[in-house]
């Protein structure tokens, strides 16, 4: 009897994904939904509306935790 192989976690990469939500975003970066709005209101961060769906680009909240992080050192 032959044993059927099934793809472990570690056989299987997982996509970086692209875009999150707002509430992904949130949790991501640690911040509240309402500061969420208050950057992206301000241009901090940047936005891509698909209907009525925001979704915000990882490289964005990547680019502002290093821009961030590089004015408080």
């Known amino acids: 009897m032959n044993a059927i192989a099934f ?4 056989a299987t990469p ?3 994904p692209i875009t999150v939500r707002v ?3 949130c949790r991501l970066i640690g911040i509240k939904r309402s500061k969420l709005y208050e950057l992206i ?3 901090s961060i ?3 509306k ?3 769906m925001t979704l ?3 490289s ?3 680019a502002f935790i290093d821009a961030a992080e590089a004015r408080t050192v």
């Open 7 to 10: 793809p472990t976690a570690e």
């Open 14 to 16: 997982v996509a970086k």
């Open 23 to 25: 509430p992904e975003a």
């Open 41 to 43: 209101e301000d241009g």
């Open 46 to 48: 940047p936005i891509i």
């Open 50 to 52: 698909v209907g009525a």
């Open 56 to 58: 915000i680009r990882v």
């Open 60 to 62: 964005a909240l990547e």
